[in-house]
C-alpha cells in the first residue's frame, strides 16, 4: 500500500507508523486509541461520573472529619463540666449537712435523718472522683487545650475527701445518743464543732473552692469547642463545595478530552477527502491513529485510494500503447 507523494507536501503514514508513534503518547491513548467509539463514549462518561462522586465523597470524608472532632471536642467539654457540677455538688451537700448535725445532736431521730443524707452525697463523690480521675487519663482529655487544670486539683488535695469521709464515719459512730442526756448532747456538739473547724474540714471545703474557679474555665473550653465547632461546620461545606467544583471541572476535561479523542481522527479522515476531491490526488493517505471504526474507514479509505490510483495508471498505460498502435 505504499506510494510516492506527488504534487503535495502531505506525508502518508500507514497504520503500522501511525500506531507506533501514538504508543508513545501515554497509557491513556494507548487504551482509548484500541476501544471502539460506543466504549470510548461509555467509558468517558463513566470516568467523569466517577471523578464527580469520588470528589463529593472525598470532601464529605474530610468535612465530616473536622466536624467530628469537633464535635466530639464539644461533648468532652459537657462532660467534663457535669461531672465537676457533681463532684462539686456531693462536696457542698456533705458539708452542709455535717454542719446542721451540731444543732440536731438534741434530737436523735432527726439526726440520724440528716446523716442519711450525708451517706447518699458521699456515694456521689466516690462515684464521681473516680470518674474524673479516669476521665483525665483519656486520650481525649490529653490531646485537647484545658484552660482548667484539673489534674492539679486532684493532686493538690489526693486523699483529702477519702479522709474526711473516714473520720466522719467514725465520729458519727464514736458519738452515742442512747439515752439522751444534756451531757452527752454537749459532747456530742463539741466534737462535731471540732471536726467541722478541723484543718482537714477546711481542705474538704478548699476542693469546692478550687472547683467554681475549675468550673468557669471548662466553661471557658466549652465555648471554645463550641465556636471550633461552628467553624468546622462552614469549613466542611467550603471543602464539600470546592470538591465539588474541582470534580466538575475535572469531568468537563474529561469530557472534552473523550469529544476530541472521538472526533479528532474523524476531522483527519474528512480534511484528506476533502483534499482528494478538490486536488484529484490520489497519492494522499489518512492517518490511521486509532483501531475504532474510524481506523477501519481510515485504511478502507487509502485502499480504495490505491486501487483507484493504480485503475487510473491502467488506463493512462492503456490509452499510451493504444496510441502507440
Not at 484539673?150 to 465520729?171: C, F, H, M, N, R
Not at 452527752?184 to 478550687?210: C, H, P, Y
Amino acid at each position: 500500500m505504499a506510494s510516492q507523494t506527488q504534487g503535495s507536501d502531505f506525508v502518508p503514514v500507514s497504520g503500522d507508523i501511525a500506531v507506533g508513534q501514538s504508543s508513545r503518547r501515554g497509557w491513556f491513548i494507548r487504551v482509548t486509541n484500541g476501544l471502539s467509539i460506543g466504549n470510548k463514549i461509555k467509558c468517558g462518561y463513566a470516568l467523569a461520573l466517577s471523578v464527580g462522586i469520588l470528589g463529593t465523597t472525598i470532601g464529605l470524608i474530610f468535612g465530616d472529619y473536622y466536624q467530628g472532632q469537633a464535635l466530639q471536642q464539644q461533648q468532652n467539654a459537657f462532660k467534663e463540666i457535669n461531672l465537676l457540677h457533681r463532684l462539686q455538688t456531693g462536696i457542698l451537700q456533705t458539708r452542709t449537712h455535717q454542719q446542721q448535725l451540731i444543732p440536731l445532736a438534741a434530737t436523735p431521730d432527726l439526726y440520724r435523718e440528716e446523716y442519711q443524707h450525708i451517706i447518699v452525697h458521699i456515694a456521689k463523690i466516690e462515684r464521681f472522683l473516680p470518674e474524673i480521675q479516669a476521665y483525665i487519663k483519656t486520650a481525649d482529655y490529653a490531646k485537647e487545650k484545658h484552660y482548667e487544670n484539673i489534674p492539679l486539683l486532684l493532686k493538690t488535695y489526693d486523699g483529702v475527701s477519702e479522709a474526711y469521709i473516714q473520720q466522719l464515719q467514725e465520729l458519727f459512730k464514736q458519738i452515742d445518743l442512747s439515752p439522751l442526756t444534756d451531757n452527752k448532747i454537749a459532747i456530742a456538739q463539741q466534737k462535731l464543732l471540732k471536726f467541722t473547724n478541723s484543718e482537714l474540714a477546711l481542705k474538704f471545703d478548699g476542693i469546692s473552692d478550687e472547683l467554681v474557679t475549675i468550673i468557669n474555665a471548662s466553661y471557658d473550653d466549652l465555648k471554645a469547642a463550641t465556636t471550633t465547632l461552628k467553624t468546622a461546620a462552614q469549613m466542611r461545606i467550603q471543602i464539600m463545595a470546592a470538591s465539588i467544583l474541582l470534580s466538575v471541572m475535572i469531568a468537563t476535561l474529561l469530557a472534552l478530552f473523550t469529544s476530541r479523542t472521538i472526533t479528532y481522527p474523524v476531522e483527519m479522515l474528512t480534511n484528506v477527502a476533502q483534499r482528494v476531491t478538490k486536488e484529484s490526488n490520489f497519492d494522499l493517505q489518512a492517518p490511521v491513529i486509532t483501531t475504532d471504526e474510524i481506523g477501519i474507514l481510515a485504511t478502507a479509505f487509502n485502499q480504495v485510494l490505491h486501487r483507484v490510483k493504480c485503475l487510473l495508471e491502467e488506463q493512462q498505460a492503456a490509452a499510451f500503447r493504444q496510441q502507440q498502435m
